[in-house]
């Protein structure tokens, strides 16, 4: 089992940037699959980036592309979202969550390949 904490969310100018990092307790980070997942007020919570177990692989909403990255830490037991050029449509709370380790690309995107949630931070960009 492990315990998911966010921190490093707030209020950011569009444009912007702000770096989302995840501790995790435990020791079994290295065999997870991260995922970053958002939620905006009146809308389901959706991906919105993904890193395999050893960082080797990572995967992308086509919104984020190219503006977030997501790396991790495994001796930290830390994933890290980095986002940058922030819209006002990034505007939600930002979950991580741990699924198997071993995931096909595909399956990131589906909340259910996730076992373990943070509770969630705030990202405001305002315009």
């Known amino acids: 089992q492990v315990q998911l904490v966010e921190s490093g969310g707030g209020l950011v100018q569009a444009g912007g940037s702000l770096r989302l990092s995840c501790a995790a307790s435990?020791?079994?980070?290295?065999?997870?699959?991260m995922g970053w997942f958002r939620q905006a007020p009146g809308k389901e919570r959706e991906f919105v980036g993904g890193?395999?177990?050893?960082?080797?692989?990572?995967v992308y909403t086509d919104s984020v592309k190219g503006r977030f990255t997501t790396a991790r830490d495994n001796a930290k037991n830390t994933v890290y979202l980095q986002m940058n050029s922030l819209k006002p449509e990034d505007t939600a709370v930002y979950y991580c969550?741990?699924?198997?380790?071993?995931?096909?690309?595909?399956?990131?995107?589906?909340?259910?390949?996730?076992?373990?949630w943070g509770q969630g931070i705030q990202v405001t960009v305002s315009s």
């Open positions: 969550a741990a699924g198997q380790k071993y995931l096909s690309d595909t399956y990131y995107y589906s909340q259910g390949s996730y076992a373990y």
């Open positions: 435990g020791r079994t980070f290295s065999s997870y699959t």
């Open positions: 890193i395999s177990w050893s960082g080797g692989m990572t």
